[in-house]
């Protein structure tokens, strides 16, 4: 009886726990603006668009809330003090429960460049967004960015990123994605001089191609970092995928991305790393590194020459930190943090 009276007290304290974890946030913060599909409502805006043009180009904190709904915009966001933006959802702490989504589907071949075709485009600095997931929907053929990431102090917690080629650019400024999902096929994870952490997220691949590619031109501390990640095969991955997924290709001559404590299921190519191709490699002075990689997707791999698995001491240098800066605790909502 008193096992089981144990066992009872410790299930409770679990699930107080869980549910403690699972905050809800149906409702605008204080001061936040509203947006609200299809209002009338005075103070409220139909879109995030107008929302953002109701506020002041200044170097004040402001804050937006999206109610439950599909917006169909290109957003471009450039305002010079801090800006959060939260999505209704009844759970905070992962991204499966967002309900405010943010869509467009114009690929860079139309658009002119990457950033252009971004659904939403972060130009500023001291920016954060919980809860929102944002799609580029044009689908194979081109580049089409859901996420453009220009700013420093970037923070994307429990958001969700949907695109085929180039669905994440994370290109310049330091920037954090935690607890969220990023889907792709090509190249999907990319950038030039961004300095990105991602912590504890879904990665699902939806064909053939590699997830990362860093386009790194100098020998710098840059870097992507990848920690307690899970990779996964999309639901509605493209068939023939299977065999034909990588972690990454160099797009720069100084590419560097690493992986600790990554699970992956899905059906990866042995190598795991891929050259950017045949004729042109580029792969001399790159860093393409694991440590700790479990799961069926990994099983037998056999990593080319330019590949690194780190050591437990290695591996203990690349971080948060070592990601964006010491001053990240400065920053990133630690409540996400993994």
Not at 279 to 303: K, M, Q, V, W, Y
Request: with cysteine; charged share 15%.
């Amino acid at each position: 009886m008193a096992q089981f009276t144990h066992l009872l007290i410790v299930t409770l304290c679990l699930s107080l726990i869980q549910y403690a974890l699972a905050a809800s946030r149906t409702t605008p913060p204080s001061g936040a603006i509203i947006v609200r599909k299809g209002t009338t409502a005075s103070g409220e805006f139909a879109t995030l668009t107008a929302a953002l043009k109701s506020l002041p180009n200044d170097s004040s904190a402001r804050s937006i809330f999206i109610f439950p709904g599909t917006y169909a915009e290109q957003i471009d966001i450039t305002r010079s003090g801090p800006l959060t933006i939260y999505g209704y959802t009844t759970d905070t702490s992962t991204y499966t429960g967002n309900q405010a989504i943010l869509t467009a589907g114009v690929p860079a071949s139309t658009a002119g460049s990457d950033d252009a075709s971004g659904t939403l485009r972060i130009h500023k600095d001291d920016f954060q967004m919980y809860n929102i997931n944002v799609k580029n929907t044009f689908g194979p053929g081109s580049q089409a960015i859901a996420i453009s990431q220009y700013g420093s102090r970037a923070g994307l917690y429990a958001c969700g990123f949907f695109g085929y080629q180039d669905t994440l650019y994370a290109n310049a400024g330091t920037q954090v994605y935690l607890k969220g999902y990023i889907e792709g096929a090509v190249d999907f994870i990319f950038g030039r001089e961004g300095l990105a952490y991602f912590g504890g997220n879904t990665i699902a691949v939806s064909g053939p191609g590699c997830i990362t590619a860093s386009g790194r031109e100098s020998s710098d501390s840059g870097s992507y970092v990848f920690n307690q990640n899970t990779v996964i095969l999309a639901s509605d991955a493209a068939s023939g995928t299977s065999g034909k997924i990588f972690l990454g290709r160099p797009w720069g001559d100084f590419a560097k991305v690493i992986f600790k404590n990554t699970v992956i299921t899905a059906p990866m190519n042995k190598a795991l790393w891929s050259v950017w191709s045949t004729d042109d490699p580029r792969t001399d002075n790159i860093l393409f590194a694991e440590f700790n990689t479990t799961g069926t997707g990994s099983s037998g791999a056999s990593r080319p020459s330019f590949a690194t698995v780190l050591t437990t001491t290695e591996a203990s240098s690349f971080s948060i930190s070592s990601a964006v800066g010491s001053d990240f605790a400065s920053w990133v909502d630690a409540a996400y943090i993994v």
